[in-house]
């Protein structure tokens, strides 16, 4: 090997280090303002929730729709419980590329049953898996929320998160949270987010 070659090759493993490090910061950074604006935006949520924040972002509408006349269905009986006090729609997790839809979007005539349906169905035929597997990304959220001491309920729900997380299970809001909030949502893709207006966007 050349000389020149075998000075460069410390310097650029030295340059991926350095890279690979910021990265991780910016992650430790992000993660841990997405658990304060949750926090801040809903101080019921428990460590349940956060989990089921951050999964949502990772796999998305989780699943593909094959029976679209049940999922009408479901979502036509919903709208009846949908809550006119929620934002139409948040962005989740880290990057925002997904979105809860709240369901009073649709009973405030910002967007029709139909487009959002449309929207679940491509959002979750779209959808592909990160390459950072499910239970590693929850450890590192775990260790933000550690290491940053964010107070939060439920951490004696860890196990049993942690258990789920190792298997990549979903779960449900806790209880605090759906007594306080009442939520009825669907996740879609942001680029999907079927409003009309941009001034209808409650979520700021």
Same mark, same amino acid.
């Not at 990057?95 to 709240?102: A, E, F, K, L, Q």
């Given at each position: 090997?050349?000389?020149?070659?075998?000075?460069?090759?410390?310097?650029?493993?030295?340059?991926?280090?350095?890279?690979?490090?910021?990265?991780?910061?910016?992650?430790?950074?992000?993660?841990?303002?997405?658990?304060?604006?949750?926090?801040?935006?809903?101080?019921?949520?428990?460590?349940?929730?956060?989990?089921?924040?951050?999964?949502?972002?990772?796999?998305?509408?989780?699943?593909?729709?094959?029976?679209?006349?049940?999922?009408? !269905?479901?979502?036509?009986? @919903? *709208?009846?419980? =949908?809550?006119?006090? +929620? /934002?139409?729609?948040?962005? &989740?997790?880290?990057?925002?590329?997904?979105?809860?839809?709240?369901?009073?979007?649709?009973?405030?005539? !910002?967007?029709?049953?139909? @487009? *959002?349906?449309? =929207?679940?169905?491509? +959002? /979750?035929?779209?959808?592909? &898996?990160?390459?950072?597997?499910?239970?590693?990304?929850?450890?590192?959220?775990?260790?933000?929320?550690?290491?940053?001491?964010?107070?939060?309920?439920?951490?004696?729900?860890?196990?049993?998160?942690?258990?789920?997380?190792?298997?990549?299970?979903?779960?449900?809001?806790?209880?605090?949270?759906?007594?306080?909030?009442?939520?009825?949502?669907?996740?879609?893709?942001?680029?999907?987010?079927?409003?009309?207006?941009?001034?209808?966007?409650?979520?700021?």
């Amino acid at each position: 090997m050349p000389t020149q070659m075998k000075k460069i090759i410390p310097i650029l493993l030295l340059l991926i280090a350095a890279f690979t490090v910021k990265c991780q910061r910016n992650d430790t950074a992000k993660i841990h303002q997405a658990v304060v604006n949750q926090l801040n935006t809903y101080p019921e949520s428990t460590l349940q929730d956060i989990y089921k924040y951050f999964y949502q972002e990772h796999f998305g509408p989780e699943h593909l729709i094959s029976d679209t006349t049940a999922a009408r !269905i479901y979502l036509m009986q @919903e *709208l009846a419980l =949908a809550d006119s006090n +929620s /934002a139409y729609y948040e962005p &989740i997790g880290i990057n925002g590329d997904y979105v809860r839809v709240h369901l009073n979007a649709v009973t405030d005539g !910002i967007i029709t049953a139909d @487009e *959002l349906l449309n =929207a679940l169905i491509t +959002s /979750a035929n779209e959808h592909r &898996i990160p390459s950072t597997d499910w239970e590693s990304k929850w450890k590192t959220i775990v260790s933000v929320i550690q290491a940053e001491n964010i107070e939060i309920e439920g951490l004696e729900d860890k196990p049993l998160l942690d258990e789920a997380a190792r298997h990549g299970q979903a779960v449900h809001h806790s209880r605090a949270y759906n007594e306080a909030y009442h939520p009825h949502y669907r996740i879609v893709s942001r680029s999907l987010i079927p409003c009309r207006n941009a001034a209808s966007h409650q979520a700021e």
